[in-house]
């Protein structure tokens, strides 16, 4: 495929979902961001040995998100080492076209909940972050995945989802309106051999769209179902 598609991997762990998208054959990453040190050693690993990209040093920034300035236009740092930033890697790619990714889940796992540190863990708003870099390089729709306790988890009285919604639209992007109802899916369909359902949320540019809701009810209604599995994983049956 001549033109792939440019995409950022954000809190890529050690490149799940970055694999996922490579294997397809349609896309070409531009960077991951992580801040622990072993998954960015595996990801730097598999990028060189199974996808053959030369210089997974530097694609792959380990660097805490949270400080968005210096993510974005380089940093020399004691603990997570050089980097010329997300900004001259973009620069270098002409820009991009989506952003995935999921902020780590702990936060918002009903494990989490009931052990009582979910109301003043400064994961829960990790998202924010992640809607920094959207804002920032404007992709065409970015992919958002998470754990379902993110569909109840509200630490501040809010819900998360409705704060993600507000944020988004700030910026001009839209997610489902409905996210239980189409955004919570259960991969076992999709061939995951275990039972395990994410919330999979699609956003899109506002104005790029003539209606963004029907498009989104469009793609969860109508595209997604096409890339069930023939092969039903039941865990309960195997075990």
């Not at 690993?45 to 660097?63: D, G, Q």
């Not at 980097?83 to 270098?92: A, C, F, H, P």
């Not at 494990?111 to 979910?118: D, I, L, V, Y």
Request: with cysteine; proline share 5%; charged share 30%.
């Amino acid at each position: 495929m001549k033109n792939k598609i440019r995409f950022i991997d954000l809190f890529a762990g050690c490149g799940g979902l970055f694999d996922g998208f490579m294997q397809s054959g349609f896309y070409k990453p531009v960077a991951s961001v992580e801040w622990e040190k072993a998954p960015v050693e595996v990801l730097r690993h598999r990028l060189k040995t199974k996808w053959k990209i030369e210089n997974p040093e530097k694609e792959v920034i380990r660097f805490d998100i949270q400080r968005e300035d210096e993510l974005f236009n380089g940093f020399d740092d004691l603990d997570y080492g050089k980097n010329e930033g997300l900004d001259k890697l973009v620069q270098q790619s002409h820009g991009i076209d989506i952003v995935i990714g999921g902020p780590p889940c702990q936060a918002y796992s009903v494990a989490g909940r009931n052990a009582g540190r979910m109301k003043d863990d400064y994961r829960n708003y990790l998202f924010e972050h992640y809607i920094s870099v959207i804002n920032r390089y404007q992709p065409k729709l970015f992919v958002f995945e998470n754990v379902p306790g993110m569909l109840s988890a509200m630490p501040d009285g809010t819900l998360i989802t409705d704060l993600i919604k507000r944020d988004l639209s700030k910026i001009g992007y839209e997610i489902i309106d409905n996210i239980k109802d189409y955004a919570l899916i259960d991969t076992s369909e999709f061939g995951v051999p275990q039972s395990r359902k994410r919330v999979i949320l699609i956003g899109v540019k506002s104005n790029s769209l003539k209606n963004p809701q029907v498009a989104l009810k469009h793609f969860y209604n109508d595209i997604l179902p096409k890339y069930k599995s023939d092969k039903i994983y039941n865990l309960e049956s195997a075990i």
